[in-house]
């Protein structure tokens, strides 16, 4: 099987690469089914994309990278022909800087989503994996939501993404394409770029320095390791039904205030290094996924449980600092509120 992953140097892509080629020391088992013969990564290098993510694989005969931008038609149509499969994660990603400026969100995201749709329907590829968020569907007080929620998304970025879910699946309506979209909780672990909360808390607690809390840190969000998110994509990948939905979440919800003692407990820090500042835009209260359908129709579970995960995601910063500080060198800062 002949694999085409966009986005493949950012954070989540690139440990769906590490998986499917089986880096060593990557966390867990592929399945076996899955046994790639090659993996292609298109992949424009923005900001967030970065070659040293795929350092572990670099050297596998199997692995190909292309740098190249999604939105570039004749490039795409190139690089997919002779896929089966399309996984694709490439984004912009960061809701701070979709308060900032939209623009490259919506290109990237909606233009970039589309051209890939249609170099797929020409070339015939078997199976396109869109990797959709829980964001889509906006914010919920009580209860989870299920695939067939409406969309209601609140940020730029979300609503970037919905309009790329929604394209996805009305491929599969309109031209009876082989989609599937997968919409996940939050993500966390190695590689993250260090302006998402988790890296950036860490690493600024790491460094001495404090950490930005948003609001009255009340807002609600559901942890899920990304090695978890990458192995529900894998299932999804194999055993979804065409022009379906499925929910990849951790079932671990916590306020911004738990998740940061957390994270002060783990770095030996106290309170004085919160500093409370403006609130984000628009910023969503709580999010919260119903997974039974995954569950249920193709045997998911999370296997890394919070507490695990987020103590190796801890001790992976604190051991690779050589990655993270000339990222967080070049960081301007974002505006929240
Ligand atoms: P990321 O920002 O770390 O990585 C995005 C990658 O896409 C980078 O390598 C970047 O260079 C590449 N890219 C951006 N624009 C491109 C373009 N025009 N052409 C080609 N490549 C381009 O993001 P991530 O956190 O790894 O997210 C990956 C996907 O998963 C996104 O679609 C995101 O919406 C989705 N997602 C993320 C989370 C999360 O918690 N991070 C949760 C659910 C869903
Ligand atoms: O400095 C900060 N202070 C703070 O309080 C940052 C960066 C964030 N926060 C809060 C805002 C959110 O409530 O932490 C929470 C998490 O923020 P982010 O890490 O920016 O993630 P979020 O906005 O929830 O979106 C993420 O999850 C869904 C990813 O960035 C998206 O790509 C994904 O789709």
């Known amino acids: ?40 990564v298109l992949d424009k290098l923005t900001y967030s994309g970065n070659l040293q993510n795929l350092a572990p694989v670099r050297d596998d005969p199997r692995l190909r990278l292309v740098r190249g931008d999604i939105c570039d038609q004749a490039l795409v149509d190139e690089v997919v022909a002779g896929h089966d499969v399309i996984v694709h994660f490439a984004a912009e990603s960061h809701v701070d ?30 199976r396109f994996v869109h990797v959709s968020t829980d964001e889509v569907y906006g914010s919920i007080d009580e209860g989870s939501w299920t695939e067939t929620w409406p969309l209601a998304p609140n940020s730029p970025y979300s609503a970037s993404k919905a309009g790329s879910d929604l394209l ?11 989609v599937v979209v997968t919409r996940c909780s939050n993500n966390y672990g190695p590689y993250q770029f260090p302006e998402k909360v988790i890296p950036l808390f860490v690493t600024n607690l790491l460094d001495g320095g404090t950490v930005p809390l948003y609001g009255d840190g009340g807002n609600i969000r559901d942890w899920l390791h990304v090695h978890d998110h990458c192995r529900g994509i894998a299932m999804v990948q194999e055993k979804g039904r065409a ?6 979440g951790g079932g671990t919800e916590l306020s911004n205030k738990e998740l940061t003692a957390w ?3 783990a770095c030996d820090a106290g309170w004085d290094r919160v500093v409370p500042v403006t609130d984000r835009k628009g910023h969503d209260r709580r999010y919260s996924l119903d997974i039974s359908k995954i569950r249920l129709e193709l045997g998911y579970a999370p296997s890394i449980d919070l507490e695990r995960g987020l103590t190796q995601t801890v001790q992976w910063y604190r051991d690779h600092r050589a990655w993270w500080e000339p990222l967080k060198a070049g960081i301007e800062p974002a505006v929240a509120g």
């Open 97 to 126: 800087r979709s308060i900032s400026g939209a623009a490259p969100f919506v290109t990237t995201n909606v233009l970039g989503t589309q051209t890939l749709l249609d170099a797929a329907l020409r070339h015939g590829t078997h």
């Open 243 to 248: 022009g379906e939905v499925y929910h990849i």
């Open 263 to 265: 994270l002060l407990q």
């Open 1 to 40: 099987m002949r694999i085409l992953v966009t986005g493949g140097a950012g954070f989540i892509g690139s440990e769906y690469v590490r998986m499917l080629l089986q880096a060593p020391g990557s966390t867990g088992p592929t399945d076996p089914h899955l046994e790639p013969s090659a993996v292609t």
């Open 168 to 178: 996805a699946l009305a491929y599969h309506r309109t031209h009876g394409m082989d």
